[in-house]
């Protein structure tokens, strides 16, 4: 048995919470291998909506085993405020639940110290969650962070010392804060971590290998929002990026099996940072509508643009994406024209390649497809669907030169068309 992996090809919110639900029953375990609560997962079935932040996106399959590995980073906080509304839903929660000890706390601290970093950045801001995202993973490769498996002894010892810390760099900005009250959810927060089971995710997958086990590695964010590979320095601090999941979870790349790239049928980005096919007329508006964009963490408006062939493709590479999955294609059922970004004019030279500089001038080159002006919501056969959304997903598919395997017509599970059964 090998790993598949499941991530965002865009800048997050493709619908990764949506499929890896839909993927769940096929799966014995799903890993969360990187990022934080910045994440927000939407889930639909039932006619109820769910937003998962920390936990992987399984847990409300019965049998599956969920495990929150070393590269994710926890706020206590929020994680106990997610476990509490997901005890009434899901039974077993603390049986189904692991943590990887090698995971970093965010401390009530790091969320300050995000807030005041963004506000002293002013108008060059990242746009940040204010999760504390950033400085968790700055102390964790500066080599200052606590991890969960650090909470059993002298923890208050250990977080007065990384405070301390804190206080000093908090000292250079002018930015008031007071954290008393979080910091008394923090302690409750960490009491509730310790009646989970704690482990060593590099072993604990490895044994489920051996035990044939499927295993799920679900990804948050998006590839443009990788920490080396995204649009720097408008990224998150994490590799999203599959290799993530090895590091993220502790898995040797020879057991990586299927990656599974996720995207809509258009671009969406909530914060700051370059867009290249953003669309800022009523076109832009027409897309935010009818796709709800809104962040599922921060509530702010997504930025909307047409899909980008050009960003799309060197995700795919970069990941080594084998199947693709399409999103929110009936999103675009409202529009008579539909338009794919297919090549960048950069100072008048036509160039196929994401470029280092963010700030290049850059003019779009698209392709414009007839819009399907029809209901796909309730399609469930792929043969069923528009012959212009046919030969839309034809082209994407020839293109990048991956089959789109899965097609998302809707927020619900149901709305899902598996195209091919061999896709686990
Ligand atoms: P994630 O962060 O990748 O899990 O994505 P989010 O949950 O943040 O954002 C995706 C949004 O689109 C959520 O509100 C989903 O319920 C919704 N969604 C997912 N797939 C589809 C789809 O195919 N069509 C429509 N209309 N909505 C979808
Ligand atoms: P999911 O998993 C969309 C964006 C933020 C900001 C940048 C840095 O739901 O797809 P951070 O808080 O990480 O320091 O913010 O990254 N961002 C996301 N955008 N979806 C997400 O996660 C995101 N997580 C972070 O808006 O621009
Ligand atoms: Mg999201």
């Known amino acids: 048995m090998k790993v598949d992996v499941l991530l965002g090809l865009q800048w997050g919110d493709e619908g990764k919470g949506k499929i890896v639900d839909v993927l769940s029953p096929k799966y014995d375990v799903i890993a969360r291998f990187q990022g934080g609560p910045n994440a927000g997962h939407s889930l639909e079935f039932n006619n109820k909506k769910y937003v998962l932040h920390s936990i992987p996106s399984g847990i409300f399959h019965k049998n599956s085993i969920n495990v929150i590995g070393n590269g994710v980073v926890i706020d206590p906080v929020i994680f106990k405020k997610e476990i509490d509304g997901l005890e009434k839903e899901c039974v077993d929660i603390k049986k189904k639940l692991l943590i990887s000890k090698k995971a970093h706390l965010i401390l009530p601290s790091h969320r300050v110290l995000d807030a005041a970093s963004e506000a002293a950045k002013g108008k060059t801001k990242i746009g940040s969650t204010l999760k504390g995202i950033g400085p968790t993973y700055m102390d964790k490769t500066g080599r200052n962070g606590i991890r969960v498996g650090d909470i059993e002894y002298n923890l208050k010892d250990k977080y007065q010392k990384l405070y301390n810390k804190h206080r000093q760099i ?199 497809f007839k819009g399907w002006k029809t209901d796909v919501t309730k399609v469930r056969k792929y043969n069923d669907l528009p012959n212009e959304l046919i030969s839309f997903i034809k082209y994407i598919e020839n293109e990048v030169g991956v089959p789109i395997k899965i097609i998302s017509l809707g927020p619900d599970r149901a709305e899902t068309i598996i195209r091919s059964s061999t896709y686990l």
């Open 170 to 368: 908090l000292e250079q900005y002018d930015f008031q804060y007071d954290i008393s009250e979080y910091e008394k959810l923090w302690f409750e927060g960490i009491e509730l971590i310790k009646e989970f089971e704690l482990i060593d995710s590099e072993y604990t997958i490895d044994q489920y290998l051996e035990e044939n086990k499927k295993i799920l590695a679900e990804g948050a964010q998006g590839t443009l929002l990788d920490i080396d590979f995204g649009t720097y320095p408008y990224v998150t601090s994490s590799n999203t990026v599959s290799a993530g999941a090895c590091t993220g979870l502790g898995v040797s790349p020879k057991n990586i099996g299927e990656v599974y790239g996720i995207f809509k049928a258009y671009c969406t980005r909530v914060g700051s940072g370059p867009f290249f096919t953003e669309i800022f007329d009523e076109t832009g508006k027409k897309l935010q509508k009818y796709g709800h964009e809104y962040g599922a963490t921060t509530g702010r408006e997504r930025r909307c643009g047409w899909l980008d062939l050009i960003a799309l493709k060197y995700s795919v590479k970069i990941n080594g994406v084998t199947q693709l999955i399409i999103t929110k294609a009936d999103v675009l059922s409202y529009f008579d024209k539909i338009k794919i970004g297919i090549a960048y004019k950069i100072n008048d030279k036509i160039s196929t390649k994401v470029p280092f500089d963010n700030q290049a001038n850059i003019e779009v080159v698209y392709k414009e």
